[in-house]
């Protein structure tokens, strides 16, 4: 099976743009949670979806927007920009609650 | 409060030796999950392992082993026969609940192996 993907791997933005990261769950994985990780703060939970709908969310700004499709794709939106959204974002697909697997997440730099 | 505490920032460990990473966690939830990642340089997480919080066994893959103390709060890593491969950060992670998959985070420490 391929495992997850995210695309772009790499991504350069200036201040005030928006920004749209994808993700390509594991084939029968309906789970897909996103997280941001920083030096400073390190991983930390953005949200999850689940069967299209949003099921957790972590403590971001109402910049930070995702959402999940029909064939579990996810997409995740960063509105206006901010040096301090610069972070390494990571995608995970579930088939259940006791595995999570990582995609190779894409780096985010905001100038 | 820290939901996940990983007291070792950095720990160097002799090739073939086994090396223990401490990771403690603070939850009033009984039905809980803790999880192991390898994070090496290129940036990927690599599960590790799973320990449920109703498991009467310690989880084990491979030379992975999850010491669950479910008493103390304690879930350490043991990584037996250490391999120059094994150089990268670890984090351990617990997820609450009976639902959904949202993991919260220790800071990791950053392992090294030494030939």
């Known amino acids: 099976k391929a495992g997850v993907t995210q695309t772009p791997r790499y991504l350069i933005k200036t201040r005030g743009q928006q920004v749209t990261l994808s993700c390509s769950p594991i084939s029968g994985h309906r789970s897909v949670s996103w997280y941001q990780q920083t030096p400073g703060q390190g991983l930390q939970f953005l949200f999850e979806?689940?069967?299209?709908?949003?099921?957790n969310k972590g403590n971001f700004p109402g910049r930070f927007s995702g959402r999940q499709f029909s064939n579990s794709r996810s997409e995740m939106n960063v509105s206006t920009l901010e040096l301090g959204d610069s972070a390494l974002y990571l995608c995970?697909?579930?088939?259940?609650?006791?595995?999570?697997?990582f995609g190779p997440g894409t780096r985010l730099t905001v100038l | 409060a820290q939901k996940i505490t990983q007291t070792q920032p950095g720990m160097f460990v002799q090739e073939k030796e086994a090396v223990t990473l401490d990771c403690t966690y603070d939850?009033?939830?009984?039905?809980?999950?803790l999880f192991w990642y390898k994070q090496p340089s290129s940036g990927e997480m690599i599960f590790l392992i799973y320990q449920g919080s109703y498991d009467q066994q310690n989880a084990t893959e491979g030379r992975y082993s999850l010491n669950f103390q479910k008493a103390r709060k304690s879930a350490n890593l043991v990584i037996s026969a250490s391999q120059l491969g094994d150089s990268a950060m670890y984090f351990c992670?617990?997820?609450?609940?009976?639902?959904?998959?949202?993991?919260?985070f220790g800071a990791g420490t950053i392992l090294r192996v030494k030939s």
């Open positions: 939850t009033s939830d009984p039905s809980y999950g």
């Open positions: 992670a617990m997820r609450e609940g009976r639902y959904g998959n949202k993991l919260v």
């Open positions: 995970a697909s579930s088939p259940g609650q006791d595995t999570q697997y």
């Open positions: 979806y689940f069967s299209e709908t949003q099921r």
